[in-house]
């Protein structure tokens, strides 16, 4: 079985900052795109950041210029830098990583969700 355990989270003003971080954990050959998705109340899930494992990203146009995402491929670990935080930023934030277990094992797993909120 494989765990994304995110962190980072949390309360913070307009115009401030956070730092998510996610890890995977479990019997992992490779992992292939790792990513950032959000859910507001009432809204779908969104993708706002991507990355493959070659490095190559892919933002929303909603957070392109203001966040930034990076892995530590070793470590089996993402990151999502986020500057110029707004209330509309606000949401559950999800990691999202596509694992390779084995040669025929490739699954989709996602991390418990971590609130972010952005005041006014």
């Known amino acids: 079985q494989v765990q994304l355990v995110e962190s980072g989270g949390g309360l913070v003003q307009a115009g401030g900052s956070l730092r998510l971080s996610c890890a995977a954990a479990g019997r992992i050959f490779t992992i292939n795109t790792m990513g950032w998705y959000r859910q507001a109340p009432g809204k779908q899930r969104e993708l706002v950041a991507a990355?493959?494992?070659?490095?190559?990203?892919n933002y929303a146009d909603s957070v392109k210029g203001r966040f930034t995402i990076s892995r530590d491929n070793a470590k089996n670990t993402v990151h999502l830098q986020m500057n110029s935080l707004k209330p509309e930023d606000t949401a559950v934030y999800y990691c999202n990583a596509d694992v390779v277990r084995s040669w025929s094992e490739r699954y989709p797993y996602w991390g418990q969700g971590t609130q972010v909120t952005v005041s006014s």
């Open positions: 990355i493959t494992s070659g490095g190559s990203t």
